[in-house]
């Protein structure tokens, strides 16, 4: 893929340089804190720390940033995995079966395991030892602040926090997937008899899942191309496709996994991308790990654009903004969960802000036209 002075570009540069175990080549225009800032916002910039400080080229000032942030994020990791160690102790003791998620699996698959950075801890637990566990999260002085959705997650100062999930995706949400029994298809520890581990073909159905999950609903980060990118290196010819194009084809990824697969080993082998996967890429490289609030304008208008003229689409996203799903209702008004026979009257509450704020609403308009021409 050809460079360009573009920070988010360059950053892709880095990322594949760190994945080769290569040296950057060294571009001019390039702003190296503006660059930090973007490796910060996909929380990647441990990954490509050591890259940065055997660049030369790159100014003290923003060796610094990388240099100090990594170490502090170093420092927090080793402390988040003390705390998980008494976590999972704790389980063990009270009979409470477990299975990592997510960043604890990936991380054991990227060259170094500090180079997978993780804001919380998922951890899978046995449904009906929900209670227990919360105790024991309680007993270890951690507070519960969210408990809406398909996990408890729970907080402790100065960072610590960890998902127990309940299942690996909300009943209410609008992408619930089904695949397999988990737990049934799960191995057992052979040290630890409530410890499981996913099996590697319901780790990769999980991260194509989640990861769409994210990207429908306001785009997502490169960082789960990159689990993807390592996780299929070691494990691609050891996968069941036949079950897995399966149980995608079953929650109607199968276009998906195929798309973003292609653009895994095409980015981070330095393919060229046709331009369908350059517009594609943009998803991934311009909305932060998460997403972001233009992601999300971006993909509920796509999400209503199609077969409507251009007014026609703007009709529909202004109707979907005024009353969103009962899963955005929650996260926007969360006091809706104890009294939900508020609905009614926030959804009208919505229409008279729109009315009320036309101005704010016609910008938002203008802005799903700018984000839909750079992608």
């Not at 969210?146 to 609008?174: A, G, I, V």
């Not at 429908?216 to 070691?234: A, E, Q, T």
């Not at 971006?298 to 996203?317: D, P």
Request: proline share 3%; with cysteine; charged share 30%.
């Amino acid at each position: 893929m050809p460079l360009k002075t573009n920070e988010t570009e360059y950053l892709l540069h880095l990322v594949v340089c760190a994945l080769k175990g290569e040296r950057a080549q060294n571009i001019e225009g390039v702003d190296f804190c503006a660059l930090f800032e973007i490796a910060k916002e996909q929380e990647i910039f441990n990954l490509i720390n050591d890259v940065v400080q055997s660049s030369d080229f790159v100014d003290d000032k923003a060796k610094a940033l990388f240099k100090n942030q990594t170490m502090s994020e170093k420092s927090k990791m080793i402390a988040l995995g003390a705390q998980r160690k008494i976590i999972c102790e704790k389980f063990t003791e009270n009979k409470i079966a477990f299975m990592p998620l997510k960043g604890l699996i990936f991380k054991d698959y990227y060259p170094k395991e500090s180079m997978r950075q993780m804001s919380d801890n998922d951890i899978l637990i046995d449904e009906t030892k929900r209670e227990e566990a919360a105790e024991i999260m309680k007993g270890l002085g951690y507070k519960p602040f969210d408990t809406t959705q398909n996990s408890d997650d729970f907080f402790k100062d100065p960072f610590y926090t960890f998902e127990l999930h309940r299942s690996l995706f909300d009943d209410e949400s609008e992408f619930s997937p089904r695949f397999g029994d988990v737990w049934q298809n799960a191995e057992r520890d052979k040290e630890n008899e409530f410890l499981y581990h996913m099996n590697k073909n319901d780790v990769y159905i999980y991260s194509v899942c989640h990861m769409f999950k994210h990207y429908i609903k306001c785009c997502c980060g490169i960082r789960f191309l990159v689990d993807n990118y390592f996780f299929l290196l070691k494990e691609e010819k050891n996968l069941d496709w036949e079950y897995i194009y399966s149980q995608l084809e079953k929650n109607s990824l199968l276009e998906y996994e195929k798309q973003t697969r292609n653009l895994v080993f095409k980015v981070f082998e330095n393919r060229e991308l046709s331009p369908e996967e350059k517009s594609l890429l943009k998803n991934y490289t311009d909305f932060g790990i998460y997403g972001s609030g233009e992601g999300k304008i971006l993909q509920t208008y796509l999400s209503v654009s199609q077969g409507n003229s251009e007014s026609g689409a703007q009709f529909k996203y202004i109707l979907r903004r005024l009353f969103p799903s009962k899963k955005d209702m929650l996260f926007n008004y969360p006091f809706l969960e104890k009294k939900p026979w508020l609905t009614p009257f926030m959804l009208v509450h919505r229409i008279f802000k729109g009315l009320f704020n036309i101005r704010k609403t016609r910008a938002e308009l203008e802005s799903v036209k700018q984000i839909k021409k750079k992608n």
